[in-house]
């Protein structure tokens, strides 16, 4: 005894039949990925929030950055990023989640929820990239690199950088 399927959407060709899509059909089965819309009112309180973080810390406040999150940590970023720069970080409002999803990766993982660790991180980061912007600017070298915020908390080239500088520090090599 045959059994005999009858498909919804017969295809002559011989493809999947009831799977494919509906004849004259443009869309794909599968749904389209929402893509994150840009923040930039997020990226501009959380950059406001980590000034007045700075103001605090330049006026004597040692524990101005406790406490810190990853938005106001990204703040900071986008902050030092326009002083060293002269311009402000125009991909952060647009990839504004997947930044804050690897500071909050990295400030769990690398730095065991430690802020004021992660700060030290980013204030050494921005120090070394102003001493190399200023000798950019010094020999006419415009150049086509600048310190953006994925090397800075994805990756872990500069990270690992930083642990040789922590760890020449401790071990009383100058840096």
């Avoid at 959380?46 to 007045?52: I, K, M, N, S, Y």
């Avoid at 980061?125 to 950019?136: C, K, L, Y």
Wanted: aromatic share 8%.
């Amino acid at each position: 005894m045959t059994v005999t399927r009858r498909l919804k959407y017969p295809n002559p060709s011989g493809g999947l039949g009831a799977l494919d899509a509906k004849p004259g059909s443009s869309r794909s089965s599968r749904p389209a990925r929402r893509r994150p819309r840009p923040n930039p009112q997020a990226l501009a309180l959380a950059t406001e929030l980590a000034e007045e973080r700075v103001a605090r810390f330049m006026g004597g406040d040692k524990r101005a950055f406790l406490g810190i999150d990853p938005p106001q940590l990204l703040g900071l970023y986008a902050h030092l990023h326009a002083q060293v720069y002269g311009v402000e970080p125009g991909d952060l409002a647009q990839d504004w989640a997947q930044a804050v999803a690897a500071v909050k990766k990295m400030l769990d993982v690398e730095f065991n929820s430690d802020a004021v660790r992660a700060v030290g991180y980013v204030r050494w980061a921005w120090v070394r990239e102003n001493g190399r912007e200023r000798a950019r600017r010094r020999s006419g070298d415009a150049g086509d690199w600048r310190l953006g915020w994925r090397l800075m908390f994805r990756s872990n080239g500069l990270l690992t950088d930083y642990r040789v500088h922590c760890a020449r520090r401790q071990s009383g090599v100058r840096a």
